[in-house]
């Protein structure tokens, strides 16, 4: 099983909600990606997870919130977020704590910002 | 900017012909690289791998060439059906990097009928 789910499919929120993104995985994979895809471009990497411990901020905005509860989820808490941030967000893991191992990737969640 | 690029945007194949979709990287020290499928509406897809030690790896239906002495990656899709319809990612990794793979632009096939 390869299967990497992320909910919600859809979210649509004003710019003074709060909500989260959840991600799950069931493979033992120990590290845990989120990715920011806007149209016609490549995944951005947002924050890494190895071993339920952040290991990389790609200098991500203080209104993006991840959090790793334990070594199968990854949340991302959203607050007072702008329409610019609307985008396909990604969550992926991989095996072991390095990027050099295939990373699996969610179907994402599409959100709207308003 | 990213070191990893396409060199076309669009690529069109008739159905039944075989596609070969091109990445050029510029990382000589980069030595994992990954192809991945995007169709409409997904998440990228795994496709197949290849290590720097390796020319060329085959998956089903598919083959990554890699050309180390000009930096070039290629991906071949044998007989292309219209499910092979999305954008296709290249990606590279390199250890003394931030422990990151980089994207390339990506390059949509579109299968004609």
């Known amino acids: 099983d390869t299967e990497v789910t992320q909910t919600p499919k859809h979210l649509v929120m004003g710019m003074t909600n709060k909500k989260s993104l959840k991600c799950e995985q069931h493979?033992?994979?120990?590290?845990m990606y989120w990715y920011k895809q806007k149209a016609k471009k490549p995944p951005e990497l947002m924050f890494v997870?190895?071993?339920?411990?952040?290991?990389i901020n790609e200098s991500v905005p203080s209104r993006f919130s991840p959090e790793c509860p334990n070594s199968s989820l990854l949340n991302l808490h959203l607050h007072a977020l702008q329409p610019e941030d609307s985008a396909l967000y990604l969550c992926?893991?991989?095996?072991?704590?390095?990027?050099?191992?295939?990373?699996?990737f969610g179907p994402g969640t599409r959100l709207t910002v308003l | 900017g990213e070191s990893v690029g396409l060199h076309l945007p669009t690529l069109s194949v008739q159905e039944g012909d075989n596609s070969i979709i091109n990445c050029a990287y510029s990382n000589s020290a980069s030595d994992y690289f990954i192809w991945y499928k995007q169709e409409s509406g997904k998440g990228p897809q795994f496709i197949i791998d290849?290590?720097?030690?390796?020319d060329k790896r085959q998956g089903q239906r598919v083959t990554v060439l890699l050309n180390k002495t000009v930096k070039h990656l290629s991906l071949q899709i044998a007989a292309t059906q219209p499910g092979d319809s999305a954008v296709y990612f290249c990606a590279e990794y390199w250890m003394n990097r931030d422990d990151k793979i980089i994207f390339g632009k990506g390059t949509r096939l579109h299968i004609l009928p």
């Open positions: 997870y190895s071993y339920e411990k952040l290991s």
């Open positions: 992926a893991s991989s095996q072991g704590q390095g990027a050099g191992d295939t990373q699996y």
């Open positions: 493979m033992g994979h120990r590290a």
């Open positions: 290849i290590r720097s030690n390796m």
